[in-house]
């Protein structure tokens, strides 16, 4: 799963894709392209199960970033109230390959890193969002017209839902809505997945607040400070609040030490670890697991994922040839010492092909192959 960190210019939005990724990128950027990395999805749970096993091998879900070019930095409309240019090709590209997207928004103050006008998350939430549905705008006219034409030539039902689709996604990003927040029914959402909307994608919003002495409640408080709430509410939508000077600082320190420096602050976790952890959840994503001598390891699936289609994810022979998956909670096993412990317990269930896989379900898979 990919996610594209995109914001205005000088909001810290590259330096958050180094923090995370740990990639190294050329003091001179090319500003047009866009680096890709991968983060690990921090998880108790996964490191509680190895201490426990002691495997060889230790793999935790990740997560793929994506450090799209700046947006413009122009108001969405200029004082004439015309609309500005669109965005650049390779920014839409970017951006439309995407699975979410995580828009970097600038509250630190800061004299030394210019800012175009006051310090506004949400008029700069605003004016990006405008620049999303603008693009999308463009695309679903360029297909109504195409659609016109062929609904002349022959009518067919599928043609005629695509267009009365299309005409009421118009309508709504006309009125300056994202397309995340439609209301679409599973077949809707298929007809227009093609299409790779930018406003469709879902969206976490990112404030980097300045550091201060008791940063554990500004990151609380931020986004009601800043008037986020409602935006952060929406369908496909989220927020949170980051330091991206304390985690710079972080970056840098050994574990125990990382730990003292946060507690100074009051805080428990890093903003990175909140930030990916979120990423994950907003995808709609939950973690299973694998145990054993060999490889503790966290794979990633989709809520409401059968038994069958999660073994899939290990290797598309174990769905081919899928019998049962022995399944027990990470917690119970935990209690219980080992699968031999919770197998006389009566704890290890034999559970079927059918099966909806639960968040933090340990699965060993039997199978045929």
């Known amino acids: 799963m990919k996610t594209g960190i995109i914001g205005l210019p000088q909001v810290g939005k590259s330096s958050l894709f180094r923090m995370l990724t740990k990639a190294r990128l050329s003091e001179h950027p090319n500003p047009r392209e866009a680096h890709v990395g991968v983060a690990k999805v921090p998880d108790d749970r996964l490191d509680r199960l190895a201490a426990q096993c002691n495997p060889r091998k230790l793999i ?7 450090d799209v070019a700046a947006m413009p930095v122009a108001s969405a409309k200029t004082a004439a109230g015309d609309p500005k240019e669109g965005l650049s090709d390779s920014i839409v590209t970017n951006i439309r390959g995407v699975d979410a997207i995580a828009h970097v928004v600038r509250a630190f103050d800061d004299p030394s890193i210019p800012h175009v006008g006051d310090i506004n998350p949400l008029r700069d939430i605003k004016n990006v969002d405008f620049d999303l549905i603008l693009s999308d705008l463009g695309q679903i006219e360029k297909r109504l017209e195409r659609l016109e034409k062929d609904l002349k030539r022959m009518r067919s039902p599928e043609l005629e839902r695509e267009h009365d689709l299309l005409l009421r996604a118009k309508a709504h990003v006309e009125s300056e809505h994202p397309l995340r927040d ?3 029914t599973p077949d809707d959402k298929k007809r227009v997945r093609g299409f790779m909307f930018l406003s469709e994608k879902p969206i976490l919003y990112v404030l980097n607040i300045s550091e201060t002495h ?3 409640r500004e990151l609380e408080d931020a986004i009601a400070k800043y008037e986020l709430t409602e935006v952060a509410a929406r369908p496909n939508a989220g927020a949170i609040a980051i330091c991206a000077k304390v985690e710079a600082e972080l970056a840098e320190m050994a574990d125990e030490d990382a730990g003292e420096f946060l507690a100074s602050y009051g805080l428990k976790e890093s903003g990175l670890v909140r ?3 979120k990423t994950y959840e907003l995808l709609g994503l939950i973690s299973f697991f694998t145990v054993g001598e060999d490889e503790c390891r966290a794979w990633t699936i989709a809520r409401n994922t059968r038994a069958v289609e999660a073994a899939g994810a290990i290797h598309s022979d174990l769905e081919k040839h899928f019998i049962r998956a022995e399944t027990i909670h990470w917690d119970t096993l935990l209690d219980a010492g080992s699968e031999a412990n919770a ?4 704890t290890l269930r034999l559970e079927g ?3 909806i896989v639960q ?7 039997r199978h045929s192959g």
């Open 60 to 66: 935790h879900a990740s997560v793929e970033y994506v």
């Open 182 to 184: 439609m209301p679409m």
């Open 214 to 216: 008791d940063l554990g």
């Open 275 to 277: 930030l990916v952890r």
């Open 343 to 346: 197998r006389a317990r009566g």
């Open 353 to 355: 092909k059918d099966y």
């Open 359 to 365: 968040d933090g379900d340990v699965m060993h898979i």
